[in-house]
Nanobody, 124 residues
Framework: QVQLVESGGGLVQAGGSLRLSCAASGLTFNWYAVGWFRQPPGKEREFVAAIRRSGGSTAYAASMKGRFTISRDDAKSTAYLQMNSLKPEDTAVYYC?????????????????WGQGTRVTVSS
């Protein structure tokens, strides 16, 4: 049974940092690209960042580029999202997902498995 478990969310002041983790089990992690998505209150789920299964390429949404960094540790079957310079508009539930592809996908429908999400709240 495939499981993705996010952790690291919480309440932080604007300008602060958080590191989210996504621990995977039940699959061969290095066969999958990893994506992070978020869903702000009352809005649709949106792409945040993704990393190829080789770890060599990454992609970011424009508003996160330069502030967020995605990484992975295949030995630990874990992906990370380092979030710096957080803003109130970053408040959302953050989800990790995996996609059995050689590239990077930007749409939620392309992803095969999802975690339950971790809530991030940024206060002003």
């Amino acid at each position: 049974q495939v499981q993705l478990v996010e952790s690291g969310g919480g309440l932080v002041q604007a300008g602060g940092s958080l590191r989210l983790s996504c621990a995977a089990s039940g699959l061969t992690f290095n066969w999958y690209a990893v994506g992070w998505f978020r869903q702000p209150p009352g809005k649709e789920r949106e792409f945040v960042a993704a990393i190829r299964r080789s770890g060599g390429s990454t992609a970011y949404a424009a508003s996160m580029k330069g502030r967020f960094t995605i990484s992975r540790d295949d030995a630990k079957s874990t992906a990370y999202l380092q979030m710096n310079s957080l803003k109130p508009e970053d408040t959302a539930v953050y989800y990790c997902a995996v996609d059995h592809t050689t590239g990077i996908e930007y749409t939620p429908l392309e992803y095969d498995y999802w975690g339950q999400g971790t809530r991030v709240t940024v206060s002003s």
